[in-house]
């Protein structure tokens, strides 16, 4: 099995969906009719041995799947980590990356406070 076949994170958009108005019917905010989105955004550890993080903190222990973990504008992300020989070279690099989130209409998602 490559790499390029195992996926290690995943990170996706989650559709919160919240209802303006209290007395429209759940057939309206299924139909998208008085009710907004709200779009989060969620990063899961697939069962990696060298971990994913969210500002520094491992979703997971080895080897277990993460629950979907919130990640927001501005964060950095993390997927492994430096693995080195005896003489201390690296052989495997991590990466590391902070990541800017975008919504649908182009506005940046919101940053953690």
Request: glycine residues 8%; hydrophobic residues 30%; negative net charge.
């Amino acid at each position: 099995m490559s790499l390029e076949d195992r996926t290690l994170a995943e990170i996706r958009q989650q559709p919160v969906t919240s209802q303006k108005d209290t007395e429209g019917s759940s057939e309206d905010l299924v139909e998208g009719k008085e009710a907004f989105t709200c779009l989060n955004f969620y990063l899961q550890d697939t069962k990696s041995s060298n971990g994913t993080f969210i500002n520094s903190q491992r979703l997971s222990r080895g080897s277990e799947e993460s629950p979907p973990c919130e990640v927001l504008s501005g964060d950095i992300i993390q997927f492994g980590v430096d693995v080195t020989e005896n003489t201390r070279k690296v052989t495997h690099g991590c990466i590391v990356s902070t990541i800017k989130l975008f919504l649908p209409d182009g506005m940046e998602a919101r940053r953690r406070s």
